[in-house]
């Protein structure tokens, strides 16, 4: 039995190691070069239901996401604290979670909603929170990070 389950793993191993992901549609490629013509070092991940490209504009590395006919659906991209706008870094400032430790912000899009900046915050090691803040620096929500 041991034996037989031990083979089962490993054939598997080989099978999921070797499975190819879908080919990225032309429609997503074609959209994400009109949308980004000047990318470099680009990435695509298949996550099932979209496309997600990793990928360097302008010294920033930024995320974006679409759907498989090509349609952009967001995109966010990594900044500094400092490279915040003034309104977003006095709400977090003015915010309950100001004596969190700042692990990252970013700046995130998503289509048919306004811009919003996400941060992820911990106050310990399971207190871990991400928070939603729009350009005037209002806090929009706060969900926990598992």
């Known amino acids: 039995m041991k034996k ?7 054939f598997s191993a080989v099978f999921f190691s070797s499975a190819q992901i879908r080919k990225i549609p032309a429609d997503v490629t074609d ?6 013509p000047h990318a470099t070092r680009v990435e695509w991940k298949d996550k099932l239901h979209y496309f997600e490209a990793t990928f360097e504009l302008n010294g920033s590395t930024i995320t974006a996401d679409f759907s498989s006919k090509g349609e952009w659906e967001g995109s966010e991209c990594k900044v500094n604290f400092d490279q915040l706008p003034d ?11 100001a004596d969190w430790q700042k692990n990252s912000a970013y700046e995130v899009q998503e289509l048919g909603k306004p811009m919003q900046y996400r941060f992820s915050v911990q106050k ?16 929009l929500k706060e969900s926990m990070i598992l």
């Open 4 to 10: 037989s389950f031990l083979l089962f793993l490993f």
């Open 31 to 36: 959209a994400f070069t009109t949308r980004y």
């Open 87 to 97: 309104e977003v870094k006095d709400g977090f400032e003015k915010s309950k979670y």
């Open 124 to 139: 310990s090691g399971i207190q871990k929170k991400n928070l939603y803040f729009d350009i005037n620096g209002k806090l």
